[in-house]
């Protein structure tokens, strides 16, 4: 029986790529991403039609690989004619238009790959123009790295140019929390503490669990760019967050919520107070995955936005629950 590498985590990495290319266009306007100059006289919209170009090859390539080898795999063309080639065919494209593309095809060539079994996947393919060997994992890889490589691009031009929209990512942040607090609005501290609303965690549970990720992103955005030694072997995992939440069980509700509007503030006036630059520069999160540090921040807010939601149709069955017993 052969080994294979996981293909789920690089199914992960595929995806994880992909969030921060599309997270490094945040708040950009339409006309923001036709100004030219972040690649020669590229613009955004142009990388992004470069890379959709390069999905679409990447898509065909592995598809002709499985079946008979590719004497062009993995570009069609030189690299120079391949990406005008990309550019001017979508020249008159819309920037949510060629985004559309981008989504399509990376929709289409996820549900390929998990066709795909693992020898197809990860055993190598003789590239009949070179006589090489490569397996479609090794070109995926290629193409989590180009991702990368194109957000950092996007994220550092910005940060040049003074196209962050710091002021709308703070608001975001901000109405992110606000909101789930405010799903609490009114709520007694009886049902906080004993209705089951995320899995078996109360919404008491949930405020716990959210404080202390307040704590460990304070703790991290402080060391960004530096040595984490907490960090080191630590698995943020189910177990992590049991453990956290079991650690402040002797918080009420109160207690909880100050904490959560102190470690919030601080994190805020931390980045507040970080040059332009800083802001953009990639490290790991504490479960391992590349981004900039303000993707760090809007990935804070989603899950603000995530256990929201969570409370939210909790509230909405129990009072459909009231409801059918008058």
């Not at 923001?32 to 992004?48: F, S």
């Not at 609490?184 to 919404?203: A, L, P, R």
Request: glycine fraction near 4%; hydrophobic fraction near 40%; aromatic fraction near 8%.
């Amino acid at each position: 029986m052969t080994d294979f590498p996981n293909r789920q985590q690089l199914y992960e990495e595929l995806i994880s790529a992909r969030q921060e290319l599309k997270r490094s266009l945040l708040f950009l306007t339409s006309d923001e991403t036709r100004q030219p100059g972040i690649h020669a006289q590229w613009c955004i919209r142009d990388v992004v039609s470069h890379v959709t170009g390069r999905e679409a090859a990447l898509f065909a390539a592995v598809r002709n690989l499985v079946n008979e080898g590719d004497p062009c795999f993995p570009d069609p063309l030189d690299d120079r004619e391949f990406n005008m080639a990309a550019i001017q065919r979508r020249r008159d494209f819309s920037m949510a238009e060629v985004m559309d593309e981008m989504d399509s095809l990376r929709q289409q060539i996820m549900r390929y790959l998990r066709r795909l079994p693992n020898r197809a996947l990860f055993g190598p393919h003789e590239i009949r123009a070179t006589g090489e060997q490569q397996s479609i994992a090794d070109v995926l890889h290629a193409t989590i790295a180009h991702d990368y490589l194109h957000a950092d691009g996007i994220w550092q031009w910005r940060a040049e140019v003074g196209l962050l929209h710091l002021d709308d990512f703070r608001r975001h942040i901000m109405r992110e929390r606000h909101e789930f607090l405010n799903a609490m609005g009114g709520m007694h501290e009886s049902d906080m503490v004993s209705v089951e609303t995320c899995g078996y965690w109360t919404v008491r549970d949930l405020m716990a669990h959210v404080l202390s990720w307040d704590e460990e992103i304070y703790r991290t955005v402080k060391h960004w760019t530096g040595e984490r030694a907490w960090q080191d072997g630590a698995l943020y995992d189910d177990e992590w967050n049991e453990r956290e939440v079991n650690q402040r069980a002797g918080m009420d509700v109160i207690e909880l919520a100050d904490g959560l509007a102190t470690y919030h503030r601080r994190i805020l006036q931390f980045c507040d107070n970080a040059a332009p630059a800083d802001l953009v520069v990639v490290a790991r999160t504490p479960w391992g995955e590349p981004m900039a540090l303000l993707s760090l921040l809007y990935e804070m807010a989603a899950h603000d936005a995530v256990h929201r939601n969570d409370i939210e149709t909790m509230r909405g069955k129990k009072k459909q629950s009231r409801q059918r017993k008058r």
